[in-house]
């Protein structure tokens, strides 16, 4: 009963480095969504995915990319990581982009030095 | 543009009493949908209850419930009863119509920190 599964659950990165975060949900959903979280700024919606083959930018995409790999996977990559990327990553699905509530993962804490 | 207000950063709350945690939202959509979730110190989203736009009846999930008044654009979560496994943030977030490429709105309140006292 995995739910939303996301890997890793702690990086540090110096700047410039690049990664990726892997998330893959086995519920067979339709959308997926990629949101960072900031001490007093709430989630905040990176990426998403309505369905499979479609990606498209949330509120704060720059720096980032994604790819929806197949309908179970959603990464997440960093092409040049900057200290302002330090956050708390959530990985999200949902049956679809307007329908049923987001299952998250539980997080990938990234520090960026 | 999509948005939800949560003005209480902090709670407190005496065990066993109720306490209503405030959210308001805008939008120009039609139909849509508010959600609560809960973040206890352990760090994992826990989904507790949804509200439709359409519904007409409040939401209830076992000691939760949605006060939503459509018209003030408001959409209160209400825990009955506290216990101290309740102390935690909670948002509310809000979910629009998604009509292709570009067009989706899913939002997050700031959070509530709600702390249940013995």
């Known amino acids: 009963n995995a739910g939303v599964t996301q890997t890793p659950k702690f990086q540090v990165l110096k700047t410039g480095q690049s990664m990726t975060l892997q998330c893959a949900q086995d519920m067979n959903h339709n959308s997926m969504y990629w949101y960072r979280q900031d001490p007093g700024m709430g989630l905040r919606l990176i990426y998403y995915?309505?369905?499979?083959?479609?990606?498209d930018k949330g509120e704060v995409p720059n720096g980032y990319n994604v790819s929806r790999l197949n309908k179970r996977e959603f990464s997440l990559r960093l092409e040049s990581a900057a200290p302002s990327q330090t956050s708390v990553y959530f990985c999200?699905?949902?049956?679809?982009?307007?329908?049923?509530?987001?299952?998250f993962g539980e997080g990938s804490r990234l520090t960026v030095l | 543009a999509q948005k939800i207000t949560q003005t209480q950063p902090g709670m407190f709350v005496q065990e066993k009493e109720a306490v209503t945690l405030d959210c308001t939202y805008d939008t120009s959509d039609q139909s849509y949908g508010l959600f609560w979730y809960k973040q206890p110190s352990s760090g994992e989203m826990i989904f507790l209850i949804y509200q439709g736009s359409y519904d007409e009846q409040n939401a209830t999930e076992g000691r939760y419930s949605l006060n939503f008044q459509k018209a003030r654009k408001s959409a209160n979560l209400v825990i009955s009863a506290s216990q101290l496994g309740d102390s935690a943030m909670y948002f509310c977030?809000?979910?629009?119509?998604?009509?292709?490429?570009?067009?989706?709105?899913?939002?997050f309140g700031k959070g509530t920190k709600l702390s249940v006292i013995p």
């Open positions: 977030a809000m979910r629009g119509t998604y009509s292709g490429a570009g067009s989706y709105q899913l939002t």
């Open positions: 995915s309505a369905s499979e083959g479609t990606t």
């Open positions: 999200a699905s949902s049956e679809g982009p307007d329908t049923g509530e987001l299952f």
